[in-house]
């Protein structure tokens, strides 16, 4: 069993707090915590990659299908599963 997965979103709120205190917390504008993830939304969604690569998270998946498109960064910051949401990278070729 997943030892993360298993975690209640109350257990989950602990760490939430030290991510929080990592990154600027005036710049989120919606935060999702879930048992098994965080998921951040910054104001400006142009701050989406400094706040993923402040937390560590190098994992990108451009969501250019959509209007308008978005970056999402993944990874795991101190053992928890996060996403953060950000601006379509410019510059990334399509595959």
């Given at each position: 069993m997943?030892?993360?997965?298993?975690?209640?979103?109350t257990e989950r709120l602990g760490d939430v707090i030290d991510l929080l205190r990592?990154?600027?917390a005036d710049?989120?504008?919606v935060l999702t915590?879930?048992?098994e993830r965080v998921c951040?939304?910054?104001?400006?969604l142009d701050d989406g990659e400094s706040i993923a690569r402040a937390l560590g998270l190098d994992h990108a998946?451009?969501?250019?299908?959509?209007?308008?498109?978005y970056t999402l960064w993944?990874?795991?910051?101190?053992?928890?599963?996060?996403?953060?949401r950000g601006a379509l990278r410019a510059g990334v070729p399509a595959l």
């Open positions: 997943n030892p993360i997965a298993s975690q209640s979103v990592h990154v600027r710049w989120i504008e915590v879930t048992p951040l939304q910054p104001w400006h998946i451009d969501q250019r299908m959509v209007e308008p498109g993944s990874g795991t910051w101190r053992g928890v599963e996060v996403q953060v």
